[in-house]
């Protein structure tokens, strides 16, 4: 009981000291799967599942990667070395929130090990890293930086309430003009926001309806 105690007490210490230069990351999860939403959809890739997020979504489905204190810190080189071994050279980096930290370091040596690094985020933070692929997926709870939207290769909504809709539309002006622009049902409405909007894309064919395959398939 008190030597558990004691390893707790360590955990919680040593994410106190998550060193700002992003050589060492909190990592959640690392899997292999297939990417189930947006533009890239159906593609197998690894996911580096960053610990941290300080958003607060009602509609979170990843609620328990919000605190880091119950994952490891990693240094690049070991998430380098645990990913070497998946046979797609597609990396998708998530949280989480993962601009909540550095992440030149952990792009760096993924392109210099011959991987496309892709990034999904809120857009709330700070932009860093090298990136082949940047969605941003804007929440309500936090306000988008206005810097990241024109650097967005894909623009991904999540429509929890009808008038989402609207609010997505909002972030139109400030995409550039090759954006994909993306509204995806939240999972736990998903059956009644479906059909609105198969509808509001009829009528407004500059949106894509994405759809959260991995869900349908019950794979991660
Ligand atoms: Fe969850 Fe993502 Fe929202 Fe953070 S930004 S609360 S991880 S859905």
């Known amino acids: 009981m008190y030597l558990c105690r004691v390893i707790q007490l360590e955990k919680k210490a040593s994410?106190?000291?998550?060193?700002?230069?992003?050589?060492?990351?909190?990592?959640?999860e690392i899997f292999y799967s297939l990417q189930?939403?947006?533009?890239?959809?159906?593609?197998?890739?690894?996911?580096?599942?960053?610990?941290?997020?300080?958003?607060?979504?009602?509609?979170?489905?990843?609620?328990?990667s919000w605190k880091t204190d119950d994952y490891p810190l990693q240094t690049v080189s070991?998430?380098?070395?645990?990913?070497?071994?998946f046979p797609s050279r597609l990396v998708i980096i998530t949280g989480g929130e993962p601009l909540m930290y550095n992440l030149t370091p952990l792009t760096q040596i993924l392109k210099e090990n011959g991987f496309q690094v892709h990034l999904e985020t809120?857009?709330?933070?700070?932009?860093?890293?090298?990136w082949d692929w940047i969605?941003?997926?804007?929440?309500?709870?936090?306000?988008?930086?206005?810097?990241?939207?024109?650097?967005?290769?894909?623009?991904?909504?999540?429509?929890?309430?009808?008038?989402?809709?609207?609010?997505?539309?909002?972030?139109?002006?400030s995409v550039n003009a090759q954006c994909k622009l993306y509204l995806q049902p939240e999972w736990s409405?998903?059956?009644?926001?479906?059909?609105?909007?198969?509808?509001?894309?009829?009528?407004?064919p500059q949106?894509?309806?994405?759809?959260?395959?991995?869900?349908?398939?019950n794979i991660r």
Not at 15 to 28: F, K, Y
Not at 146 to 173: G, R
Not at 210 to 217: D, E, I, R
Request: charged letters at 20%; one cysteine or more.
């Open 135 to 173: 969605c941003v997926s804007p929440k309500k709870f936090k306000s988008v930086l206005p810097e990241i939207l024109p650097q967005a290769h894909e623009l991904k909504v999540v429509v929890y309430h009808p008038s989402d809709i609207t609010w997505a539309n909002s972030f139109l002006p």
């Open 189 to 204: 409405k998903h059956q009644h926001i479906e059909k609105l909007l198969v509808a509001h894309i009829q009528e407004n």
């Open 78 to 85: 070991d998430i380098i070395n645990e990913i070497k071994s």
């Open 36 to 64: 189930g939403e947006g533009y890239h959809q159906g593609k197998s890739a690894t996911f580096i599942r960053l610990a941290g997020c300080s958003i607060g979504c009602v509609w979170c489905d990843v609620k328990e």
């Open 122 to 130: 809120s857009g709330a933070f700070p932009l860093s890293g090298i």
């Open 15 to 28: 994410h106190l000291e998550i060193p700002a230069n992003g050589e060492i990351l909190p990592v959640m």
């Open 207 to 217: 949106w894509r309806l994405s759809l959260q395959v991995h869900k349908y398939l």
